[in-house]
């Protein structure tokens, strides 16, 4: 997945994540009509699968293109808030498929049977609800909320430091380019001076041409130059 395909396949999970609420509704109706939905279930949990895949793609190649800087920083912050987006909607999935129906009636069909004995049984229950029991179930639920609320907060501390690293490249790119213009100007002046030099050599040049003075006009031809070339 390239850092172009970012947002398409971004709108790729979220078109997962409603067919995925979808299929959920469905197992509900079937659930309320005394319907059998193993199959359904089984479908959505497939489903679930990529929708997770899909997401942990999006987490790193994000995090390539921050490292790589081929995003803005607000883009990366939008996209940030983007990816967050569907962290919650994946909590929300899970919440929803675990809950059976999503009401309190749907999960009274769903543990009705289980409410004397604390364990998860009667015709409606699932593979992956089967032995366990409510508590049981809540617990999971947990686990599994605090697992994404880690996984972001890693996301965010990658993130972090890959700014910092980025604005100290920048610092370090200014200051050079700040020696170079100054190299710059150096070069400048001293190209002036030997400018000024060399037609001040040609004046001198000409004069000792009519005195005959050559070797004294060597020397100072040398001194002037000598003089011109050392940096201030």
């Not at 100290?168 to 400018?195: H, P």
Request: proline content about 1%.
């Amino acid at each position: 997945m390239s850092k172009d395909n970012w947002l398409s396949d971004y709108d790729s999970v979220v078109q997962l994540g409603d067919d995925i609420m979808e299929r959920i509704n469905e197992r509900n109706r079937t659930l309320r009509n005394g319907g059998n939905p193993t199959k359904v279930s089984v479908g959505i949990r497939g489903m679930m699968n990529q929708y997770g895949k899909q997401l942990n793609n999006l987490k790193q190649a994000l995090a390539r293109a921050s490292s790589s800087y081929h995003i803005t920083d607000r883009e990366l912050d939008r996209r940030q808030d983007m990816l967050g987006n569907l962290f919650s909607r994946q909590k929300q999935i899970n919440m929803s498929f675990q809950q059976e129906g999503g009401t309190d009636a749907s999960r009274g069909m769903l543990f009705h049977a289980g409410e004397g004995s604390g364990r998860v049984s009667g015709p409606e229950e699932t593979a992956y609800t089967r032995g366990q029991t409510n508590d049981e179930l809540r617990t999971q639920q947990q686990v599994m909320i605090e697992e994404q609320d880690r996984g972001l907060e890693a996301l965010s501390g990658a993130l972090s430091r890959q700014k910092q690293i980025g604005l100290a490249i920048g610092d370090e790119v200014e200051y050079q380019n700040e020696i170079i213009d100054d190299l710059g100007n150096r070069v400048d002046r001293t190209n002036e001076r030997l400018v000024k030099t060399t037609k001040a050599v040609r004046k001198v040049h000409m004069k000792a041409s009519d005195t005959g003075m050559c070797c004294i006009v060597v020397l100072l031809l040398i001194a002037i130059v000598v003089v011109a070339v050392v940096p201030k």
